[in-house]
């Protein structure tokens, strides 16, 4: 014990106070792994770099800007590998989150948690809801929101009916709705027939900040990236990427583009009426199963973060390409993982 840090030494007699047993027996961290996160926090803060799944993964690993920390590049925790090493001469600390909203949020609280933590990046692939754009953009979006978190409504009622303990403050009508009607087959001029599935009404999500009161929720829907992170992605626009895979190219050189909006929940979108509606509902861009997640738990604990999410294939299909995202994944995560590098030299000069 003396030879731990003060911070170090306080942070392991609050987890005792809390019954996590230093030897490991009542909690997770044993005393081994409070010493090696003590001894990596030392030499932070690090920028954390939150990825999704392996194949999007390995190309930043594989690049010549990533050098691996020589003492300890990486520590296992709770099922997840931290790496830790160097990216344009930032310290960085990477993490793969694998699929779906509850993963991400996990690996980014940890993350936050467990190490000292100056901004999130995040970065990956995305279903395309903007015609606009093409396979191999990426995007930059200035605000995130889960679309996963719904009301749906009964049978009968309409957007004039109070949902079910929307009086309570648990729900609202304020974000609108999805009417399953508006769907079906037969819908000729804007005349739609009766649908038991009736409505869903996309709901925030409940918030508790670490500076709020605890126990006093708030609501997020729209989540902001970081300003300054934000203003620096404007000069990552002019950066060239690739745009050809084993011989078959795009139709034009694909571009970094910073939009208004994406949008995530743990639904793989390939279906493009729902891509349409997604477009004209929030005029989101990118689509995801793990941003926002990322998004809300940054937006909690007041951390900076921005993501890349470069488009693998038009939502739902519409391109003249057959088996977009099959064709093209490998091509968008390089993309993701160009930008990426681009943004950090730039944030690091």
Known sequence: MMGLSLKMVLFVHVLVVLGFGINGV??????????????????GPYLGII?????????????GSFLEDHKMPYLDFAGRRFRIGRLENERVIIVMTGLSMLNAGIATQLLITLFKVKGILHYGIAGNANPQLQIGDVTIPQFWAHTGLWNWQRYG????????????????????????????????????????????????????????????????????????????AERVQGLRLGGCVNGTCLPRPPRVVRVQRGISSNIFVDNKAYREFLNSKFNATAIDMETAAVALVCHQQNMPFIAFRSLSDLAGGGSALSNEAASFATLAAQNAVDVLLRFISLLSS
């Open 157 to 232: 009622d309409g957007p004039e009916d109070e949902l079910a303990l929307e009086s309570n403050g648990d729900y609202t009508r304020e974000i609108g709705y999805l009417r399953f009607s508006d769907y079906y087959n037969g819908t000729n001029c804007n005349n739609s027939s009766d649908n038991l599935l009736n409505n869903v009404w996309y709901q925030p999500e409940e918030i508790f900040p670490r500076n709020g009161v605890p126990e006093q929720r708030q609501h997020a829907f729209w989540v902001p990236v970081n300003k300054h992170y934000f203003a620096i």
């Open 26 to 43: 009542y909690g997770l961290l044993s005393s081994s792994t409070l010493r090696n996160i003590d001894s990596i926090n030392m030499e």
């Open 51 to 63: 990825v999704p799944n392996s194949f999007e993964m390995n190309p930043l690993l594989q690049t």
